[in-house]
């Protein structure tokens, strides 16, 4: 498949139904138990900085961004991330974490932040969080709590229990 045959594009409200699937099919059922989600209760994910790939008019691909606070920190949690299998392994996700990260940057943001693999995001950029400086709402691997700093000691800011940035005080 030629990568032209790909775009991608900021998330719209239309894409909301498939991106659901995309993600019910990745991460099924157990997703909702996760501390990633734990932190998207309490508000909304930010569509502008939020991405999906199409080919033939379908949605094959998506990742989201969540402004979150932790401290005096604050960053963005990018995910979830997910591609259809039929398209995984050529390099989908990645474009749209390079994105996602280049929006987060134009918007200002001083981190981003995920729970996932090194081996997959470290040549991404992203580096482990020092173990017991942020706290997840549920359990984590303290290994697979990443972060890519956009501006310095931003990621230095981030301290203690991470929640979604609507509900910092």
């Known amino acids: 498949m030629a990568s032209a045959e790909i775009h991608y594009l900021p998330e719209q409200p239309a894409h909301d139904a498939e991106i659901e ?48 606070a932790a401290g005096e920190g604050r960053a963005l949690l990018l995910g979830p991330l997910a591609v259809r299998p039929a398209f995984k392994s050529i390099g989908i996700g ?19 932040v995920l729970v996932g693999d090194a081996p997959y995001y470290g040549p991404l950029g992203f580096e482990r969080i020092p173990y017991g400086q942020i706290e997840m709402p549920r359990p984590v691997d303290p290994n697979r709590l990443l972060a890519v700093e956009l501006q310095e000691g931003a990621v230095a800011r981030l301290q203690g229990d991470v929640t979604h940035a609507a509900l910092a005080r």
Do not use: C
């Open 21 to 68: 699937l995309i993600n019910e099919e990745a991460f099924g059922p157990g997703r909702f138990t996760r501390a990633a989600y734990k932190i998207r209760e309490g508000g909304l994910h930010d569509r502008a900085l939020s991405f999906v790939a199409i080919h033939q008019d379908v949605v094959i691909a998506s990742v989201r961004m969540t402004w979150i």
């Open 94 to 112: 990645r474009k749209l974490v390079h994105i996602a990260i280049e929006a987060a940057r134009e918007a200002g943001a001083g981190a981003v």
